[in-house]
């Protein structure tokens, strides 16, 4: 099977999750093409057999280059089945306030595209102090005093539970393969 994997990152996990899954579905036999959001402009999903579209919320949006392409290639995901692949620390919790926080975001990102996601996966990020300015990981670090969390500053901490991601990309193709 044919799928595109098309992802937007801000401090790197979501690339890193979107490689997850390139590498687990090409382990499995299938052909994936990964590609940044920035560069997907004019690409047709409709010429491959299922679309994975991976991104992070961030200040309740996801990155704006995803919104364009999924916006412009809402009309070919109608044609293909479709996989949303949400990263957020909220995913993390079991926070009731977060949950609906991160499920009015993918609502408000079908609402601006025109676009809904066959199937919606949330899946946990991670704190990317490496990644951060001085404000932001100051930010960082309040937002995970408020959670009970316990940080480093300037180390990582990862969330993502690769065996679960590995579970719903096995679901999920064997879905397509039952379709």
Do not use: N
Not at 14 to 43: C, M, N, P, Q, S
Not at 120 to 133: K, T, W
Not at 160 to 173: F, N, Q, R, S, Y
């Amino acid at each position: 099977m044919k799928i595109l994997i098309v992802y937007a990152t801000t401090e790197g996990q979501t690339r890193k999750v979107a490689r997850h899954a390139f590498d687990w579905l090409a382990g499995a036999g299938h052909a994936a093409e990964l590609i940044g959001a920035e560069e997907a402009k004019g690409l047709d999903p409709s010429a491959y057999d299922a679309a994975i579209l991976a991104g992070s919320v961030h200040a309740g949006r996801y990155q704006k280059a995803l919104s364009s392409f999924a916006a412009e290639a809402a009309g070919a995901f109608f044609k293909v089945p479709t996989l949303f692949l949400s990263v957020s620390l909220a995913a993390a919790g079991d926070d009731a306030d977060d949950w609906k926080g991160i499920r009015d975001c993918v609502a408000r990102f079908a609402e601006e595209t025109g676009w809904t996601p066959d199937r919606v996966e949330h899946v946990a990020g991670a704190f990317r102090f490496s990644e951060y300015d001085f404000f932001k990981s100051w930010a960082m670090r309040w937002i995970a005093a408020q959670k009970d969390e316990s940080v480093t500053p300037g180390q990582d901490k990862e969330y993502t539970d690769w065996a679960a991601l590995d579970g719903t990309l096995k679901d999920w193709t064997e879905d397509l393969s039952t379709s």
